[in-house]
């Protein structure tokens, strides 16, 4: 444990997209193996206050936290490498910034002086860096800067990395400059001119990079790390290379093997220690070496975008290692599926998950695709809104209740067996008004839910304005689909199950948020077994 909190500043140039979460997260998982208490921010340089109100295919899934912050998918990654929750404070974007700055003028904190990016907008930035440091929490404070070095958007991080460079002083806080170093098959070489740009791009902002971590499709030798040391006014063993891996997980290991942690620790004058990476590695083992495989559909609408089920993809990575089973995850876009191609589209499968989502397109097809699992017994987990979709072709194909339906399809509707939240009927604003963060669950004994979770009450993450309408729940009970989870306080149906089906679960909540390496979400671990076990009888 270190005195005064210690800071990591985590920047890239070339392309904004070099994974500079993973490194980060990568770092802090080898600081945390040698005992430091280690936590991640991103900092954001777009104008939306949180991407809540994001498109999926502009910005991948909003990732959510405990306290309720819609935030980046990046938090997802510090969480499951991590195993510690993050909250409000892991995540600012611009529009934070510029909000709470305007709201203090409007106030008057200001004293009637000129309002400027220099030095208020700085300062609130660096107010933001350092709550989590000053929280006493944490020995290091590892902060990533969103975006590209020179863009016009990340000047004020900059500026404010440079101040608090100054102002922490030596040994307190250390930029890492992540950089692509092309490979030109045609020349057969690779080229460090980029790198030498982007740092001195950094440089002429004041910021001056004690790390490079070097993003490559190649080993890089000992002749081109000397070249990128010299030139970028680095150690030669300050020159990292993050060579394409086959799985995120194995970064750490590679980061390790670099020596990157052993470089951090001595420019912050900290201990180095050999870090304990054995619950991490036995998990890369069962990972990597597994023993059955169960192909699972994952019905959704924004399936060409990976990024979009970020959360859910590496649950079944962690539960499939749990199993010591491959998940072989195979997306199915429900805007189209019919009643004409979905056997075609799901008879092979061995689960089905329905994911969540906003908005009236290919809601038809996720309804057609449980209805279709329903009937033939395939293991079924539905998230979110895909919960809701189960509830609705219950109603409609069991109950008879042909019309029935959501009021987010149809807000007219004769039969919602989905409703709005009574909280929400007057909302107005879109941003950051959904019921949000963790909220309590009471679990019916004898349930499916029970015997995952093993026991009664269980606290899950949010992300929605609709819900099951309880004014049916006593007829859709009376059919056999039963909830087996409520809010203790508002009576919300968290869970609903169908017990004579082979395995058949729909969440309001969003479990996937909550799954680690550490820990993998019991949900999905039972869910993946459930789905090896079909395939067995299959």
């Not at 800071?7 to 802090?28: M, P, R």
């Not at 791009?201 to 993003?215: F, K, N, P, Q, W």
């Not at 709005?420 to 963060?437: A, D, W």
Request: proline share 4%; hydrophobic share 35%; glycine share 8%.
């Amino acid at each position: 444990m270190t005195t005064n909190p210690k800071y990591i500043f985590v920047t890239g140039g070339v392309s904004s997209s070099l994974g500079k979460g993973i490194i980060a997260a990568s770092l802090a998982k080898l600081l945390q193996a040698q005992g430091y208490r280690t936590t991640i921010q991103k900092l954001d340089p777009y104008i939306n206050i949180d991407p809540g109100t994001l498109n999926p295919y502009e910005h991948g899934e909003c990732y959510v936290t405990d306290d309720g912050a819609e935030t980046d998918l990046d938090l997802g990654h510090y969480e499951r490498f991590l195993n510690v929750p993050t909250s409000q404070a892991n995540n600012v974007t611009t529009g934070r910034i510029y909000q709470s700055v305007i709201d203090k003028e409007r106030r008057g904190e200001f004293l009637g002086k000129t309002v400027q990016v220099i030095p208020h907008i700085t300062d609130e930035i660096k107010h933001r860096i350092q709550i989590l440091g000053n929280s006493g929490d944490y020995d290091i404070v590892i902060t990533e800067i969103g975006g590209t070095v020179g863009d016009i958007e990340s000047l004020p991080y900059i500026e404010a990395v440079r101040q608090l460079q100054w102002e922490l002083g030596d040994n307190n806080a250390l930029v890492i400059h992540l950089t692509l170093i092309p490979y030109l098959s045609a020349a057969g070489e690779l080229k460090t001119k980029p790198t030498q740009h982007s740092v001195k791009t950094l440089m002429e902002s004041g910021v001056h990079a004690d790390i490079l971590v070097c993003r490559t499709e190649h080993e890089l030798s000992n002749s081109i790390k000397a070249k990128l040391a010299r030139f970028c006014n680095v150690k030669q063993e300050a020159v990292i290379q993050s060579i394409d891996a086959s799985t995120i997980y194995d970064v750490p290991n590679l980061m390790l093997d670099e020596g990157l942690d052993k470089v951090v620790l001595d420019k912050l004058n900290l201990k180095s220690d050999e870090p304990d990476l054995n619950q991490w590695n036995e998990f890369l083992k069962r990972h990597k070496n597994p023993k059955s495989e169960v192909t699972i559909g994952l019905i959704g609408k924004y399936v060409e975008l990976q990024d979009s089920y970020k959360s859910i993809l590496e649950a079944f990575i962690h539960a499939g290692a749990e199993n010591e089973v491959k998940v072989k995850v195979e997306p199915i876009h429900s805007e189209y599926l019919t009643p004409e191609n979905i056997e075609f589209k799901l008879q092979h499968l061995d689960g089905v998950l329905v994911a969540p989502g906003f908005g009236e397109r290919g809601l038809e097809g996720k309804i057609e695709a449980v209805h279709y699992v329903r009937e033939n017994n395939i293991p079924f987990l539905g998230i979110c809104l895909g919960m809701q979709m189960a509830v609705i072709e219950y109603a409609r194909n069991v109950l008879g209740i042909e019309n029935a339906n959501s009021i987010e399809m149809d807000e007219n509707a004769e039969n919602p067996v989905i409703s709005l939240m009574e909280s929400q009927k007057n909302v107005v604003n879109k941003g950051g008004t959904m019921r949000l963060g963790a909220w309590d669950c009471d679990i019916v004994e004898g349930s499916i839910a029970h015997s995952v979770y093993n026991e009664k009450r269980i606290k899950e993450r949010h992300r929605h304005r609709f819900e099951f309408n309880n004014d049916y729940k006593d007829q859709i009970e009376s059919a056999g689909m039963k909830a087996t989870g409520y809010n203790p306080d508002t009576g919300l149906v968290e869970i609903v199950e169908i017990p004579s089906h082979n395995w058949f679960v729909g969440v309001q909540y969003h479990p996937e948020y909550k799954s680690t390496v550490a820990n993998p979400h019991p949900l999905f671990v039972a869910f993946v077994n459930a789905s090896l076990q079909y395939k067995k009888k299959k």
